[in-house]
């Protein structure tokens, strides 16, 4: 007999972790059906109903809501009698594991999508992650990073913690899958020569991120490649006047600023460096971005935070820096720029490490051997 599986969503009107949970989970083992907070129409939505999945759309405009977000969960739950509530992010697991505590729903899972945020900037809030570990049976850690932050600071008991890191699909990362025509049509996009050099950055504007850092390294790089170019996409945040301003002393031909762009695979593509240097080892919780540069085989830089301690080898699959280290950041562009010794292995490395221990299938393996326990 199927087990009915409800996956609470806060805030998701695009997201492949979701759409490749639904692509690859085993359907005839899971009856799944999603409740969507602030989705309705998105592309989210979209997806699901092509592909028969019901959808029970809420909304939610700020903390005096929680209280009627939880009862019309409560009310959706007990009406459909889940075997399993899986919920994601901060707003969704709260409303959503008080609602499925109150159903009756005997297996709650959430998966920690943050490390230490609320402990560094917000430690008020720390109280609710408490309150949102004792309603769950079962909490998935995305790495090891965020499985301590769950043990150690938080303290809950290690038999309800599950570590099981997010993946990419490999399939879209196989040689010809981003054809040429693509990467052109992003050269043209955002006048870029094909001989010019490109550092790349995908990351929100804000200061964990380490911008600060890399921006005067690009400077210093320019001396020796002053004909390279610095793409920042994702571009806006918290941050974005204080990155303005270490942008502001260049010439505006250097760099590019990309709010958003949909064609990310190709994006990457378009770089001969790609650098990603948050500022703590907690600054992230996993760090898509640290998989997609490497299966997309560019040359790259990074800190270790998230979960980049866990693969990351300095020369062997990547170029290792220290935190807040502009000179150092400087050198490994230098570097790669320079196509420097072993590049190329390092480049197949990083490949080879994604596809062996980050594919997708691997997780969503995880999620039903998670799910088959209910």
């Not at 890191?165 to 006048?191: F, Q």
Request: proline share 4%; glycine share 4%; net charge neutral.
């Amino acid at each position: 007999m199927k087990k009915k599986v409800l996956t609470v969503l806060f805030n998701i009107s695009k997201a492949q972790e979701h759409e490749w949970f639904v692509r690859f989970i085993n359907r005839d083992a899971f009856e799944l059906e999603f409740a969507l907070i602030n989705a309705k129409g998105s592309f989210m939505h979209q997806f699901l109903e092509s592909h028969n999945v019901p959808c029970h759309h809420f909304t939610y405009s700020g903390k005096k809501d929680l209280p009627s977000l939880t009862y019309k969960l409560f009310l959706l739950m007990l009406r459909n009698k889940y075997d399993i509530v899986h919920a994601h992010l901060f707003e969704g697991t709260l409303a959503g594991m008080l609602a499925a505590r109150l159903a009756g729903v005997k297996h709650r899972i959430t998966t920690r999508h943050y490390s230490d945020f609320h402990h560094v900037w917000f430690p008020g809030a720390v109280k609710y992650d408490k309150l949102i570990n004792s309603l769950t049976t079962k909490i998935v850690a995305i790495s090891k990073n965020v499985e301590n932050i769950l043990l150690n600071y938080e303290h809950v008991n290690p038999e309800k913690v599950r570590l099981i890191h997010h993946g990419i699909d490999m399939d879209d990362y196989k040689p010809g899958a981003v054809n040429a025509e693509r990467v052109t049509k992003l050269r043209e996009k955002y006048s870029i020569l094909p001989e010019q050099p490109v550092v790349g950055v995908i990351s929100r504007f804000i200061e964990l991120k380490g911008l600060q850092y890399l921006i005067p390294a690009f400077k210093d790089v320019l001396k020796t490649h002053p004909d390279a170019v610095l793409i920042l996409a994702n571009a806006s945040g918290s941050y974005k006047q204080e990155v303005m301003n270490l942008l502001s002393d260049l010439d505006e031909s250097r760099y590019r600023l990309i709010v958003f762009e949909n064609d990310i695979a190709a994006l990457y593509k378009l770089f001969s460096c790609f650098v990603h240097i948050p500022i703590t080892a907690s600054a992230e919780a996993f760090g898509q971005i640290y998989l997609e540069a490497l299966a997309s085989e560019i040359p790259s830089v990074f800190s270790l935070s998230g979960v980049a301690p866990e693969f990351a080898v300095d020369k062997e699959n990547c170029l290792v820096v220290p935190f807040k280290n502009k000179e150092k950041v400087a050198e490994a562009i230098q570097f790669i720029l320079d196509k420097g010794p072993s590049l190329e292995r390092m480049v197949s490395n990083g490949y080879q490490v994604v596809a062996t221990k980050f594919d997708v299938r691997t997780k969503i393996h995880k999620l039903e051997q998670l799910y088959s326990e209910a």
